[in-house]
């Protein structure tokens, strides 16, 4: 299931490296043969997402490795690291667009009409970023990559200048406003901008073993509670590792139970919790006799989840 999920995200990545390069060489053919340098430049600027799409291929290599004594919980948040790098490139592509928009708002430059073939270009880029960018947010999605799906909005954010080029160029030459370009551009890079921040926090949250999601707790506390000879299930903690979910939380039982008796409800928890929610990497219950008294670290208790709700 896992091994057939990381082919997956490993193909998608092929698809990236392999659209990325025919648009980026097309783009610098064309660029040559016609001359045009905003053509060239393009074809350069484009080469740079066959390096991000290298990366999300490279951590499909990564996340494929078995856990080992020195990751005993496996590669799996190597995605997440990945999508990590991501949002630091398209900040950096945020930024350089919104600089450049400002600089032209202060002092701005007289605009050129690109040739006609540079127009058709741009166009068929759009068209090749547009399919590159749905594929890869489908396959983000279905396969719960975070570095896929960074990638997808990545390929977006393309089309999106892309687009925000035509549109200025036409604020430009049809109607004389060249002004209109920089603030379009300038609203393309504030988007830009919110996407990156948007990717770093949903990073943060997994690397430093947050959850925000209310649902998966009350599933767990739902199922927990209907299981024979269970009481005060408490301390709940989830954390992710890519797709997948650690859980642990303590549960407490009859002081007079056998290890044997007590350790066959632990079983018949975890059975329950991986019939019900899928992509659970490990659960840890840990016993305690009932009306068990001790200190213990912050964990969530069943009316703790609504607070994760508000
Ligand atoms: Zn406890």
Redesign the pocket.
């Known amino acids: 299931m896992e091994k057939k999920r990381i082919q997956k995200i490993v193909k998608a990545s092929w698809v990236a490296v392999i659209g990325n390069s025919l648009l980026a060489f097309s783009k610098i053919v064309i660029g040559v043969i016609s001359g045009s340098m905003a053509v060239l430049a393009d074809g350069i600027d484009s080469a740079s997402d066959i390096i991000t799409s290298l990366i999300t291929l490279i951590t499909g290599k990564i996340i494929s490795k078995p856990p080992n004594v020195k990751y005993p919980y496996g590669y799996s948040r190597a995605d997440t690291i990945a999508a990590k790098f991501l949002s630091f490139i398209i900040f950096f592509a945020g930024a350089q667009l919104a600089i450049s928009s400002m600089e032209k708002l202060v002092n701005p430059v007289e605009l050129e009409l690109p040739s006609q073939i540079a127009i058709y270009v741009t166009g068929f880029s759009i068209i090749g970023k547009l399919l590159l960018a749905r594929y890869l947010k489908i396959r983000g999605k279905r396969l719960n990559s975070l570095m896929l799906s960074a990638n997808a909005k990545n390929m977006q954010n393309d089309v999106l200048i892309s687009v925000s080029v035509l549109i200025g160029l036409l604020f430009t030459i049809y109607f004389k406003l060249p002004i209109l370009d920089s603030i379009t551009a300038l609203f393309v890079s504030i988007w830009i901008l919110k996407v990156s921040y948007e990717i770093f926090g949903k990073t943060n949250e997994e690397l430093m073993d947050g959850n925000s999601d209310p649902q998966i707790y009350k599933r767990i506390f739902q199922i927990v509670t209907k299981v024979n000879h269970v009481f005060n299930p408490?301390?709940l903690r989830i954390r992710r590792l890519g797709n997948l979910s650690i859980v642990e939380m303590?549960i407490e039982v009859d002081a007079n139970m056998t290890v044997r008796e007590s350790h066959d409800i632990a079983m018949s928890i975890e059975k329950a919790i991986r019939e019900e929610v899928p992509n659970i990497y490990d659960i840890l219950i840990?016993i305690?006799p009932l009306g068990?008294e001790?200190d213990?670290r912050f964990g969530l208790n069943e009316n703790d989840v609504k607070k994760l709700e508000n």
Do not use: G
């Open positions: 408490h301390r303590d840990h305690e068990n001790e213990e």
